[in-house]
Nanobody, 126 residues
Framework: QVRLVESGGGSVQAGGSLTLSCTAS????????MAWFRQAPGKEREAVAA????????YYVDFLKGRFAISRNNAENTLFLQMNAVEPEDTAMYYC???????????????????WGQGTQVTVSS
């Protein structure tokens, strides 16, 4: 049974930094596309970034403008999201997701992901 558990959320002031973690268990192999999505109150869930664990290839949404960085530690089955220069608009519940294989160009489509964590809340104050 695959389980994803996010941690590291909290409250931070605008301009600050935060690192989210997602610990995965039950993954049967080492080639998954793992991603971060977020959902703000009253808004739809949106993709943030993804990484293909076999090669380390990363994907980002354009609006992040280089502020966020996704990485993973395959040995520890942990996914990270380094958030820098955060803005109040980054306030949301952040979710970790996993899909078997290389999702590639469709990485931002939440329907492609089979496994989801419960989320960790990030609140950015101005």
């Amino acid at each position: 049974q695959v389980r994803l558990v996010e941690s590291g959320g909290g409250s931070v002031q605008a301009g600050g930094s935060l690192t989210l973690s997602c610990t995965a268990s039950g993954l049967s192999h080492n080639f998954y596309t793992m991603a971060w999505f977020r959902q703000a109150p009253g808004k739809e869930r949106e993709a943030v970034a993804a990484i293909y664990t076999l090669t380390g290839r990363t994907y980002y949404v354009d609006f992040l403008k280089g502020r966020f960085a996704i990485s993973r530690n395959n040995a520890e089955n942990t996914l990270f999201l380094q958030m820098n220069a955060v803005e109040p608009e980054d306030t949301a519940m952040y979710y970790c997701a996993a899909a078997a294989g290389h999702v590639n160009v469709d990485w931002a489509n939440s329907d492609r992901y089979n496994y989801w964590g419960q989320g960790t809340q990030v609140t950015v104050s101005s």
